[in-house]
């Protein structure tokens, strides 16, 4: 144990080409004007480009590399119920004809050509774009993210890249991050101008830590799944006898192949630069979840993605598989991935750090908080899309999912300071100073509280110097909630700006901010039945499903601000929502017609061979025949819901036409195949059952 621990924390980021590696590896001026392009969005020289190719070139060269890959993220990028991976890339090889020869047949050399390190090409009609690339105009190019450190993992160097159109348009998940994180370091400085606190920064950066949960069941029972293989989640299905009621998984002893991969994972994603730091069991059995230390938001993004990747991969090795679906089993809590969200500038400052002692963090505290309940009170609907997938929806307003309605929790303290503040008090009355709790025993000293207590109910809690966007799905990428969270804060800060500059008093602009926005301010219980009926009252919306949410995001004041901030133009928001449609019909289709081939090939002759056991015995069989007879006429039902898809001509008809009548006919037949696993002989259940799923790879 004593020798892996110290291959943990010895071996970690030895495979990045991170700051420090490249500091080393280029001369000091190149490394200066590269290490500041985040900021300035220069254009890197040509000559230092080819400097640049070079050294990364030797340095991948002795940590084995033989390929190099551009690796970008479209959008959606897979993920979701279908069970794909988040990322893309191509292999080249590390190679080149060495054009200097002269000879007539060019030899071949080893090398990294710069211009291919800075950018490559690609066919984009290939990937979801929403109408932005067709066949015939097809072209798409990857441009290394300067900002997100290239790294060595299995012989192949890997360089995160954006993805645009020959027109410049993005159909990716990172390039819009980007853009935002430019649009908050322009309104965050603003802002600091504006309120007197600007002290010679020159960048705001936003941080990002996921907590990755996941479940891990055995390779062997997942094949014979075609639901889990197709879909990522189970599509019938009945509880065990034995799940999460007691309470025994949460923080329990992880099992010993679990444990193997999880370790496997963190010395693995240690050597690439990803700081991997908790792992544990969740409260489901099967559920497990891994967190990294904090880092900036676009690099985290990348390193989840990285993550989910290398978990399938090495799970493989160990004869397991993992499950990303934000539900995989019915009945059982989902999975999540628990965006943490900040914002800083260079100098350390955190807008989000409540400080009792110092003015200066107090009125930025504040002043922080109003904007970005501003932002939230404004645009609901759009931090609402972006966890809206056909996966979430099994999973958001359940037990262990926040509700589709957004709001803000601030604190039930800060939230009576907002009230003082509208009423005409000090925006510095707050009191953010912790507090020791005692233990009532001695040998157990007092915890250091903070000043506020966390909320598991709300979407979008505070938690003492961050927010945690708790509504993001397990399998998307957190590219896209995160860059809406950057806008959100962007468009309050900007606002904010706007009404101190002309002039407004901050206490005056704080009062006023709060004011407009302080129905979107909740700290109660969000799983409560009071709550939607109050947030109706309120005039909150709740977008209860994919379909309905996704209507809401090329709205003409979402199309404003994103191109107010530089974030999107009007058709690549345009494109973005008929990217949710399509992906949902898909997502949906796949699991429809996965389920009427597991009722004709697997169920309903399974249901013949049970009910020929009591021929001789009809008085034995109860109401088996009634019931199977009730799944063979659903599985019909279902097929023709399927099949009248194809009147409908409109991608977002279509989807509505899957929400509202295709997956009620698919719950409805499940549920009768769920009583039928209940009574049919074990024998000749065609699919290995819940219990089977969840601990056969326990032992």
């Known amino acids: 144990m004593a020798s892996r621990v110290a291959d943990v924390l010895t071996m970690g980021f030895t495979n990045v080409w991170d700051d420090k590696a490249m500091e080393i590896t280029l001369p000091k001026d190149v490394y200066g004007r590269f290490i500041n392009v985040g900021v300035t969005g220069e254009t890197t020289s040509e ?8 050294a990364l070139f030797t340095w991948a060269r002795e940590r084995g590399a033989t390929d190099f890959a551009h690796w970008f993220f479209p959008m959606p990028g897979g993920g979701d119920a ?43 009609s290939s990937f979801p774009n929403g109408g932005l690339r067709v066949t015939h105009g097809a072209a798409a190019f990857t441009i290394w993210d300067r900002t997100s450190p290239p790294f ?101 002893p992880v099992p010993v192949r679990v444990d193997e991969l999880m370790s496997r994972i963190q010395v693995k994603m240690l050597q690439v630069g990803v700081p991997m730091a908790v792992r544990h069991n969740e409260v489901a059995p099967g559920q497990h979840e891994m967190s990294p230390i904090f880092r900036s938001a676009n690099i985290s993004a990348d390193s989840n993605v990285l993550f989910m990747d290398m978990m399938a991969r090495e799970a493989a090795k160990l004869g397991l598989a993992v499950l990303f679906h934000e539900k995989p089993f019915k009945g059982i809590n989902g999975s999540g991935k628990h965006a943490n969200w900040s914002i800083g500038t260079d100098k350390g400052v955190n807008f989000f750090k409540p400080d009792g002692k110092s003015e200066d963090q107090s009125k930025l505290f504040v002043a922080a908080l109003a904007c970005l309940a501003y932002g939230i009170d404004q645009y609901p609907e759009m931090m609402r899309v972006t966890v809206a997938t056909a996966g979430n929806d099994h999973r958001l307003g359940a037990q262990e999912a926040p509700p589709a309605i957004i709001s803000l929790y601030c604190g039930h303290n800060f939230e009576v ?5 509208i009423a005409g008090g000090d925006i510095l009355g707050f009191n953010a100073e912790s507090k020791i709790q005692s233990t009532g025993c001695n040998a157990a000293m007092g915890a250091k509280a903070p000043v506020e207590d966390r909320n598991r109910t709300a979407p979008f809690p505070f938690c003492g110097n961050r927010f945690e966007f708790r509504a993001v799905g397990s399998s998307q990428n957190c590219a896209f909630p995160v860059m809406v969270c950057n806008v959100l804060m962007a468009s309050g800060m900007s606002h904010m700006s706007g009404l101190l500059e002309g002039g407004m008093p901050l206490k005056e602009v704080c009062a006023k901010m709060f004011k407009e926005s302080r129905k979107s301010i909740f700290t109660g219980n969000g799983y409560s039945a009071e709550w939607p009926i109050e947030a109706a009252k309120r005039g909150l919306p709740n977008l209860v499903n994919t379909p309905i949410a996704a209507e809401q995001w090329a709205s003409p004041k979402n199309k404003a601000i994103f191109e107010a901030l530089k974030i999107y133009a009007a058709d690549e928001v345009e494109a973005r929502a008929e990217v949710m449609f399509e992906n949902y019909v898909t997502v949906l289709s796949i699991e429809a017609e996965t389920m009427v081939q597991m009722m004709e090939t697997g169920i309903i002759p399974a249901c013949a061979k049970d009910i020929a056991v009591y021929k001789d015995a009809p ?14 006429e659903a599985t019909e039902a279902l097929k023709a819901a399927i099949e009248d898809k194809n009147l409908k001509t409109d991608i977002r008809e279509e989807a509505s036409h899957f929400c509202d009548v295709v997956k009620p006919q698919m719950e409805a037949l499940r549920n009768l195949v769920d009583q039928a696993e209940a009574i049919m002989d074990a024998t000749v259940y065609p699919y290995p059952t819940y219990e089977q799923l969840i601990y056969h790879h326990h032992h």
């Open 47 to 54: 000559k230092d480009q080819e400097i640049i190719a070079t």
């Open 82 to 124: 279908t069970g794909g991976q988040l990322g893309a890339h191509k292999m080249d090889t590390l190679i080149d004809l060495d054009f200097g020869s002269k000879h007539g047949f060019k030899p071949i050399k080893a090398c990294l050509p710069y211009e291919r390190l800075f950018q490559g090409e690609t066919d984009g």
């Open 152 to 252: 060595v993992w299995d012989k192949t160097l890997f360089i995160p890249c954006s993805f645009i159109t020959h027109w410049g348009k993005c159909i990716d998940e990172k390039t819009p991050l980007l853009r935002s994180n430019d649009a908050i370091r322009i309104q965050g400085l603003r802002l600091l101008k504006a309120l007197g606190l600007h002290k010679g920064e020159q960048q705001i950066n936003t941080f990002l830590g996921w907590e990755q949960e996941f479940f891990v069941v055995a390779a062997d029972q997942f094949l014979k799944r075609p639901d889990l293989v197709s879909c990522g989640r189970t599509l019938i299905g009945r509880l065990p006898t034995r799940g999460q009621q007691a309470d025994l998984n949460y923080f329990g």
């Open 417 to 421: 300071h907002v009230d003082n503040i």
């Open 619 to 632: 008085q034995l069989a109860g109401d088996r025949l009634k019931l199977y007879t009730e799944i063979m």
